[in-house]
Nanobody, 123 residues
């Protein structure tokens, strides 16, 4: 099991940028593929981005491709989500998640989740 704590959520104007961080503790971080998901109240959890254990492979939802970048620093046990060109539709609670499986877009394959961090984009 790995413990995850997100940070970096904030209120930002449309067109702005934010960087989310997810710090991990517990078992060997480099064994885990990592993902970012988001969910607005009353909605289904939505895949945002994923990164492989080594960081060599990344996957993005079509809605964020070209605007968001996922990265990781295994020495710091941290995964990041750089978010550019934000728009009001990006308003959500963002969660990071960890899986011992290969990097995946499927939330059900992630075993450990953080508490989430709120992003609000004003128009």
């Amino acid at each position: 099991q790995v413990q995850l704590v997100e940070s970096g959520g904030d209120l930002v104007q449309a067109g702005g940028s934010l960087r989310l961080s997810c710090a991990a503790s517990g078992r060997t971080f480099s064994n885990y593929a990592m993902g970012w998901f988001r969910r607005a109240p009353g909605k289904e959890r939505e895949f945002v981005a994923a990164i492989s254990q080594s960081g060599d492979d990344t996957t993005y939802a079509d809605s964020v491709k070209g605007r968001f970048t996922i990265s990781r620093d295994n020495a710091k046990k941290t995964v990041y989500l750089q978010m550019n060109s934000l728009n009001p539709e990006d308003t959500d609670v963002y969660y990071c998640a960890a899986t011992l499986h290969l990097s995946t877009t499927q939330a059900i394959r992630y075993n450990d989740w953080g508490q989430g961090t709120q992003i609000t984009v004003s128009s």
